[in-house]
């Protein structure tokens, strides 16, 4: 069955712009999360949703945004961005809590010049 | 809050042998769950193990293996066998139990394990 698909897989932007990025979960699965991965900060929770519902958001600016599609289908969307966005987004998928772990996606790594 | 540390920012093993990853955390909770992810350089983060902080059995799936210590609150990873594709980042990460609900995954900063033939 097919895994958490992310994308796309590379992006750059120019400071000041801003990005969608999509995220595809496993068939069935109803929860979906992001993370921002940096090699300063590690892994940060940015937000999950639940059936098009934001269930939990992390400590992140109001510019960071999310949305859920009926299909369960996710973006995430970054405006303004500034140079310390450049990272590797992560989503992942479970089927309800993630009480028996999250699948993850392969993330988008984008770099802000 | 809670907090994940791995204090081995790097470790290697040979090809066959075992090696053992620490991880240690901080929560105030008593239900939560702990996991292992493993991260190669295709970047996907894959889930390698999952303990239930209420179960006292360590968890076991084929070469990987877990020492759960709740009361002194680490998670140490055991992989015997070691294999070449082991080679990656591994994570440790916690994640509270919210009854009815969800929680976020709280990561430590990773291991980066290298086997060498």
């Known amino acids: 069955k097919a895994g958490v698909t992310q994308t796309p897989r590379y992006l750059i932007k120019t400071r000041g712009q801003q990005v969608t990025l999509s995220c595809s979960p496993i068939s069935g699965h109803r929860s979906v999360s992001w993370y921002q991965q940096t090699p300063g900060q590690g892994l940060q929770f940015l937000f999950e949703?639940?059936?098009?519902?934001?269930?939990n958001k992390g400590n992140f600016p109001g510019r960071f945004s999310g949305r859920q599609f009926s299909n369960s289908r996710s973006e995430m969307n970054v405006s303004t961005l500034e140079l310390g966005d450049s990272a590797l987004y992560l989503c992942?998928?479970?089927?309800?809590?993630?009480?028996?772990?999250?699948?993850f996606g392969s993330g988008t790594r984008l770099t802000v010049v | 809050a809670q907090t994940v540390t791995q204090s081995q920012p790097e470790m290697s093993v040979q090809e066959a042998e075992t090696v053992t990853l620490s991880c240690t955390y901080d929560t105030s909770e008593n239900n939560y769950y702990l996991f292992w992810y493993k991260q190669p350089p295709s970047r996907q983060m894959i889930l390698v193990i999952r303990?239930?902080?209420?179960?006292?059995q360590n968890a076991t799936e084929n070469r990987f293996s877990v020492n759960f210590q709740k009361a002194a609150k680490s998670f140490s990873l055991k992989i015997s066998d070691s294999q070449l594709g082991d080679t990656a980042m591994y994570f440790c990460?916690?994640?509270?139990?919210?009854?009815?609900?969800?929680?976020?995954?709280?990561f430590g900063k990773g291991t980066k394990l290298t086997v060498n033939p």
């Open positions: 992942a998928s479970s089927r309800g809590w993630g009480l028996y772990g999250y699948t």
């Open positions: 303990q239930e902080a209420y179960k006292q």
């Open positions: 990460a916690f994640m509270k139990h919210v009854p009815g609900g969800s929680e976020k995954l709280v």
């Open positions: 949703y639940f059936s098009e519902t934001q269930r």
